[in-house]
């Protein structure tokens, strides 16, 4: 799959999420960008697994139940899941869209090179990270997943 490319891309889900772009893609699965048509085309995420994921025994439940768990979870520094589907057998989640930039994309000075974050602003924000953690593993959940950015 090309950079922007996804076959979700141009399709509407649940008569309702108009997919607009892919926004990263990972060991998991894509996260793309959507427009929710009954909330004024406010911008959402879909959350989609990969292909052979969804083959693999009890998977697509996994998920399902994961979703559906996550959305009950309440926290000012974690995406709130505000909805789930299914489209063609394969399972999917809508989450908040948070415009902003990843970690990843701050360490790239305006010449292309990758710098270093400054320690005070590091110090500012990785506490907030730590909580966030520290609260969705109380929840009873491990996050599989962090990383500087969207791939």
Not at 33 to 47: F, G, I, Q, S, T
Request: hydrophobic share 40%.
């Amino acid at each position: 799959m090309a950079d922007g490319e996804h076959p979700l891309v141009g399709k509407v889900l649940k008569d309702r999420y108009h997919v607009e772009s892919l926004l990263g893609a990972g060991g998991m699965g894509s996260v793309l960008l959507a427009r929710d048509a009954e909330l004024n085309n406010r911008r959402v995420v879909v959350k989609i697994p990969r292909t052979e994921l969804l083959s693999q025994p009890g998977f697509p439940e996994r998920f399902r139940r994961e979703m559906g768990s996550l959305m009950d979870v309440e926290h000012p520094s974690i995406v709130s899941i505000l909805d789930r589907g299914e489209q063609h057998g394969m399972p999917y989640a809508v989450l908040q869209y948070l415009a902003g930039q990843t970690l990843e994309q701050k360490l790239i000075a305006s010449d292309g090179s990758r710098r270093r974050l400054d320690r005070h602003a590091v110090l500012q924000w990785l506490p907030t990270v730590a909580r966030a953690l520290d609260f969705i593993h109380d929840q009873g959940f491990v996050h599989r997943d962090i990383k500087p950015g969207s791939r």
